[in-house]
T-cell receptor, first 111, second 115 residues
Framework: GDSVTQMEGPVTLSEEAFLTINCTYTATGYPSLFWYVQYPGEGLQLLLKATKADDKGSNKGFEATYRKETTSFHLEKGSVQVSDSAVYFCARNQAGTALIFGKGTTLSVSS | GAGVSQTPSNKVTEKGKYVELRCDPISGHTALYWYRQSLGQGPEFLIYFQGTGAADDSGLPNDRFFAVRPEGSVSTLKIQRTERGDSAVYLC?????????????FGPGTRLTVL
């Protein structure tokens, strides 16, 4: 069935380091793709999204590009901050249906 | 404006008991979703409502789980004869609905512990 696979964590970085969290998906058709973030003690928040091939979603310095040819939606940030420490979830859906999430990747940034 | 709210925030119950979890979506959102998140995992889909009807309940694990949304707004997830394996955070999300309005907004969740 359709699924989302993201790199396992935890990912531990120093402040200002470059971040990549890999995400690949399987799906029939053309799903929308999302990155959600869960900060400690808070609920899931949408970080960014892309709805069609070659779209780039961006927010708070994070970016991800919808790559249909490699079925990927990798999350990147050029310079992470301590406040970026959280759990990041890659997800996909199609046309208003339920989201399918990856298992999540824990990011820990130290100063 | 108000976001998605869920009550209670925590629920501790004993094995075999019945529980109800409530979700109040964002006003005007016609689509409502329930998910379950176990420790160290991503949320897993349970059921999706469009208006008052369940458009997709394929994620409900068995017939002990049931959800309603009688007036197309508030939804209640009901779990009968709870088991220890039901312990998880139950998340509710809502969206405007439709093919293009598919951004889902999540509530803070209800942490269910079955002893």
């Amino acid at each position: 069935g359709d699924s989302v696979t993201q790199m396992e964590g935890p990912v531990t970085l120093s402040e200002e380091a470059f971040l990549t969290i890999n995400c690949t998906y399987t799906a029939t058709g053309y799903p929308s793709l999302f990155w959600y973030v869960q900060y400690p003690g808070e609920g899931l928040q949408l970080l960014l999204k892309a709805t069609k091939a070659d779209d780039k979603g961006s927010n708070k310095g994070f970016e991800a590009t919808y790559r249909k040819e490699t079925t990927s939606f990798h999350l990147e940030k050029g310079s992470v901050q301590v406040s970026d420490s959280a759990v990041y979830f890659c997800a996909r859906n199609q046309a208003g249906t339920a989201l399918i999430f990856g298992k999540g990747t824990t990011l820990s940034v130290s100063s | 404006g108000a976001g998605v709210s869920q009550t209670p925030s925590n629920k501790v119950t004993e094995k075999g008991k019945y529980v109800e979890l409530r979700c109040d979506p964002i006003s005007g959102h016609t689509a409502l979703y329930w998910y379950r998140q176990s420790l160290g995992q991503g949320p897993e889909f349970l059921i999706y409502f469009q208006g008052t009807g369940a458009a997709d309940d394929s994620g409900l694990p068995n017939d002990r789980f049931f959800a309603v949304r009688p007036e197309g707004s508030v939804s209640t997830l009901k779990i009968q004869r709870t088991e220890r394996g039901d312990s998880a955070v139950y998340l509710c999300a809502s969206s405007l609905g439709g093919r293009k309005n598919n951004e889902q907004f999540f509530g803070p969740g209800t942490r269910l512990t079955v002893l």
